[in-house]
């Protein structure tokens, strides 16, 4: 089990270090304060890695669409979701890297808290 202040210490760190280098270190903040169940800070750093250079990717489409669910803005949620799936269809993600990848995962995680229809690609 990865523990979660340990986590956000080390990702707060490296972007430190590498201030708006690497969208991945927000992104893996983002998505710590999101298991932490810290909504808020969640999309506050999910937002930042898509701003940087690489961070227009689903892995962080999918974890602000689940975080502005859980906090209660299920249209802002619906938005990233599409923009997520979007992203899927446009990068032709190959089926075998598909299965069982992090996107995958995280789609199904995303599709299940909101209550949508799995469809596969």
């Known amino acids: 089990m990865v523990n979660l202040e340990i986590a956000m210490e ?6 430190e270090i590498d201030p708006g280098g690497d969208w991945i270190y927000l992104c893996g ?4 304060y999101y298991r932490a169940s810290q909504w808020g800070e969640a999309i ?4 930042k890695s898509t701003e940087l250079v ?3 990717h689903a892995t962080n489409y999918f974890f602000l669409a689940m975080a502005h669910w859980q906090s209660g803005d299920k ?3 619906a938005n990233w979701y599409k923009k ?3 992203w899927i269809q446009k990068s032709n993600v190959d089926t075998e890297e598909w299965l069982g990848s992090l996107i995958h995962d995280l789609y199904l995680e995303a599709a299940e808290l909101m209550g ?6």
């Open 10 to 15: 080390l990702l707060r760190k490296a972007n």
């Open 29 to 32: 903040l983002g998505a710590a």
């Open 44 to 47: 506050t750093e999910l937002t």
């Open 54 to 56: 690489g961070g227009e």
């Open 75 to 77: 249209t802002a949620a």
């Open 84 to 86: 997520a799936i979007e």
């Open 116 to 121: 949508i229809k799995v469809e596969e690609f």
